[in-house]
Structures are given as C-alpha cells and as structure tokens.
C-alpha cells in the first residue's frame, strides 16, 4: 500500500475530520455500513472528537510556531485490487497501522473511494494523548513503519499483490511512489516520462519558445493557459506544468541565443560564399 502523511500547522482538526466524514467518497458497501475507528477518543461525533484533540493539546510539551498540531495520513491500495478488497479488510489494516504508527496517539480513520481507488483517511494529533511528546517520525521511522504495515499486508492479504510497493529503493529519476508502482504493474513509461521525451524531442528541434509551442501542438500535445500565459500541457487528464518539467524562461531565453548565433554564422558563411564566387567571376 502507499501511505501519505501531510501536516498541519493549524489546528483544523474539525476541518479534516469534516471532510472524513461527509465527504462524497466516503465508502460504504452494498448495505449501506462502513466503519469509524477512534482510538484514545470518546463519543461518536466531530464535535466531541474535536474537543478532545484541542484539549489534549495543553499537555503538549515544547510548543512552538510551527509546530504539528496533526497529521492527514492516508492509505491506499492499487485499483487492480479493487475485486479484492473489503471494508473487513480496510479497517484490519487501518487498525494495524495505528499499532504500528504508535499506539499513544489520537486518531480517527474512516474509508474513502475515488477515481477507482480505495483508501482511507486518519487524522492523527500531532502528539500522544496526554504525554505531550511528539508523534513525529524520522526518515527512518517512517520507512520501518511502511514495511512493518506492508508486511503484515502480504501476510494477511496476498491476493492484494498489487498494491506492494519498492519501499526504500532509490530511483534515478525519482519517481513518487504512486509513479513507480504503475511503472512496476503495467512495464510502460508513466504519463510524466511520456511527456517529458516528447518535450525535450520539440525542444531540440525549436528555434525558441514561440516554436516550441508549435512543435508541441504539432505532436498533437495540447496546452493550457494561466494568467494569459501558456503553462503547460494537458495529457490524460493530468496537468503537467513546464517549470516543473525543467522548461523555464531561462531555458527558452539560451534557446533563442544558441538560434541567433546559428543564424548569424550561417549568414556569415553566405557572405562568403558570395565574397567567394565574386572573386571566381
């Protein structure tokens, strides 16, 4: 499974847990059931739940600025398992991870379906119930807590042999994970290798920016625009900007004067050629 953790500065604990819970994705099986696991909490509402995580954060014992007050962890499988995964088995894994994740801090975790994946939210304090210890994890931690939560996945679920990630293998071109898993299942370049061979093929062959554009729309590539300026192109349905591929104005701008100084030495050997064939006549 692939796990994502995202912090939060701000203590939008009840924001979070809104999304969790109302949100259009939330998943629920034929029946109509889903689950809520709350661990170190009380009661059955976000109005209780929130209360709680703020109260806990008095215990907290180095308070700064910037610190965590909680963490959006998700979970989620590769849809190529879609005919194989349950509720049953989403929450024994999410419960799992708790254990693994440490057992002293506050957390709700509810299940969500989207573009054909399954996976689930957790909202975790940013520090243990009632110790005021951190629940931050080094590079290390977390990468120990991906294999732990993997491995009691492949023990417990093989026939979810899809959604088992590379953890800790480094990657050249540093792919995200989501990125080499489908290059790992399907054996084709991801959507962003696709474009970025495309770009620097019309980037080679361009004079300058204006060019690029063109040969860009000449492969059958389309664009698009922000604030009147052409920003990057679109492909199966993905936004792909072309200063986070690596064409920026700088690169454009050494395009046009590596262009320039091509055409002045071209004009250069015309003249004289001409100097040349006058001298013959």
Not at 94 to 111: F, L, M, S, W
Not at 180 to 194: D, F, I, P, S, V
Not at 273 to 280: C, L, S, V
Request: with cysteine.
């Amino acid at each position: 499974m692939i796990i994502k953790i995202k912090s939060h500065k701000r203590p939008s604990f009840n924001r979070v847990l809104e999304y969790m819970i109302n949100n259009k994705d939330r998943l629920f099986d034929n029946k109509g059931n889903s689950f809520v696991i709350t661990h170190n909490l009380k009661g059955n509402n976000i109005k209780s739940w929130v209360k709680q995580y703020e109260q806990n954060e008095q215990y907290r014992l180095r308070s700064r600025k910037d610190s965590v007050k909680l963490t959006h962890e998700i979970l989620s499988w590769h849809n190529k398992d879609r005919e194989n995964i349950t509720l049953a088995k989403m929450e024994k894994m999410a419960r799992e991870y708790i254990k693994h994740r440490n057992q002293k801090g506050i957390y709700v975790a509810i299940p969500h379906f989207d573009k054909d994946h399954f996976h689930v939210h957790i909202c975790s304090s940013g520090i243990e119930y009632k110790t005021g210890k951190s629940l931050r994890l080094s590079k290390q931690e977390l990468q120990k807590l991906k294999k732990g939560i993997q491995q009691y996945q492949i023990e417990q679920f093989p026939e979810l042999s899809n959604s088992i990630v590379k953890h800790g293998v480094k990657n050249k071109q540093r792919l995200s994970e989501k990125e080499y898993q489908a290059k790992l299942r399907t054996g084709r370049a991801t959507n962003k290798e696709e474009i970025l061979k495309t770009l620097n093929d019309c980037f080679k062959q361009a004079k300058n920016k204006e060019s690029f554009f063109g040969l860009i729309k000449k492969v059958g590539l389309e664009t698009y625009n922000r604030n009147g300026q052409v920003t990057g192109v679109l492909h199966n349905n993905y936004k792909f900007r072309f200063n986070r591929l690596g064409f920026n104005e700088k690169n454009f701008d050494e395009l046009s004067k590596v262009s320039k100084r091509e055409q002045e030495i071209g004009t250069t050997r015309d003249k004289s050629k001409d100097r040349g064939i006058n001298r013959n006549r």
